[in-house]
């Protein structure tokens, strides 16, 4: 297929060998975009990414570029001639070997870099940069109760005197998404930023997402009570936003609240050789996170649809990892 008869265009996906990265790059060339991704710098050539190359349309209209986050000019060549940009990639240190400042200015660094050589390109019409629910719903309000929108955002403060897991992560993005929106409203530059809630279903990677092994692991026990959405939704959503003309700001991206008791018996129910806890196991005292309460009417507004529930999710990752005999 001529690039110059497709009326899609190309667009550049960031951190394509991850999970949603992969998941969004299948779902363009479905779509029939030609689509850019990145993946790390492999100058041996030792990472397997036959998983995108295989995809249909991959070898007609998939081109991938190595780039890495610390050097941010390196994005450039997979940018050039691009309409749209979705910005995935983003530093994942839940361990915290570094410290949080050297992973958020890690983040911005390559956040405005990129974003500079969008303005630079002159044919990228939208950046859709992916944020995280988490750059919301962490606050001090005493309110559980309050209903969650685009207007709020995470007390990094708050955050930081927790001291809880993933914390950094969490300031990082914060920061990170501030840091976008704040350079777009400055430049003139076309942004809108996605807040997914915790993403799950099926994959295409040969390893199972952090995410989606979370929710199939007994540690899925912390998640207590959460929102969820299916990848695919996410992807579309990013889809759609890209090419709905009237997107502007942020926009949060959930499918589904539930909690661990219900989760517990919606596996245990369908999978009994997942052997994992039952709703009996865990005490109905449990603390409850702030990932509920959530509106998702500002995305709904635009005409977008949620097509999945928590079967499609728990369905879809259970059967890529039984295809890939990790369950």
Known sequence: MEESNNKKGR????????????WMVKRLLEDGYFVNTTTRLDPER?????????????????????ADLDEPDSFRPAIEG?????????????EDKETEEIKTKRSITALLGILQACLDSKTVKR?????????????????????KDETCWTNVDFVRSLGVFGGSYTVSKTLTEKTALEFAEKHGLDLVTVLPSWIHGPFISPACPGSVFVCLKDVYQNLVRNCFVHVDDVARAHIHLFEYP???GRYICSGVEATIHEL???????????????????????????FFGLS???????????????GEMFDGAIKSCKEKGLL
């Not at 517990?264 to 702030?290: Q, R």
Request: glycine residues 8%; aromatic residues 10%; neutral net charge.
């Open 82 to 94: 691009c309409i749209g940009l979705f910005h995935v990639a983003h530093p994942i240190d839940f």
């Open 46 to 66: 030792k990472r397997d990414v036959s998983y995108l190359t295989n995809l249909p349309g991959a070898s007609e209209r998939l081109q991938i570029f190595n």
């Open 11 to 22: 667009v550049c996906v960031t951190g394509g060998t991850g999970y949603l990265g992969s």
């Open 246 to 248: 009237n997107a502007k």
């Open 127 to 147: 950046v859709v940069y992916t944020s995280s629910l988490a750059t919301a719903t962490f606050d001090n309000s005493k309110d559980v109760s309050d209903l």
């Open 296 to 310: 998702n009417k500002k995305l709904l507004e635009t005409g977008f649809k949620y097509e999945n529930g928590l």
């Open 264 to 290: 517990s018996e919606i596996i245990s129910a369908k999978y009994p050789e997942c052997k994992l806890p039952t709703a009996a196991d865990f005490p109905t005292g449990l603390t409850t996170s702030n």
